[in-house]
């Protein structure tokens, strides 16, 4: 059965920083691509961060770039966002993506003093 469970969010203090974790079970990280999606309240779901398990190659969202980092580990079969600079705007219950199709339960991050 293929499922996702992230882990890692909290309170964290602007500028402060986080890290995601995306564990996947009933398949291998290296033969899918993985994403991260947020959704803060009265928003609609967007868009942050992807990393195909093939080619490694990334991609972030504009707001985030050089700031959120995504990368995975094939043996722990997990997906890591790590979050630099976190500033209020951040703030939001970030979903793991595999495939475009298959979601996590999400995890709450709150950027605020």
């Known amino acids: 059965q293929v499922q996702l469970v992230e882990s890692g969010g909290g309170l964290v203090q602007p500028g402060g920083s986080l890290r995601l974790s995306c564990k996947a079970s009933g398949f291998t990280v290296n033969t899918a691509l993985m994403s991260w999606y947020r959704q803060a309240p009265g928003k609609e779901r967007e868009f942050v961060a992807a990393?195909?398990?093939?080619?490694?190659?990334?991609k972030y969202t504009e707001s985030v770039k050089g700031r959120f980092t995504i990368s995975s580990d094939n043996a722990k079969r997990t997906v890591y966002l790590q979050m630099n600079d976190l500033k209020p705007e951040d703030t939001a219950v970030y979903y793991c993506?595999?495939?475009?199709?298959?979601w996590g339960q999400g995890t709450q991050v709150t950027v605020s003093s």
């Open positions: 990393i195909s398990g093939i080619s490694g190659n990334t």
């Open positions: 993506n595999a495939w475009g199709s298959t």
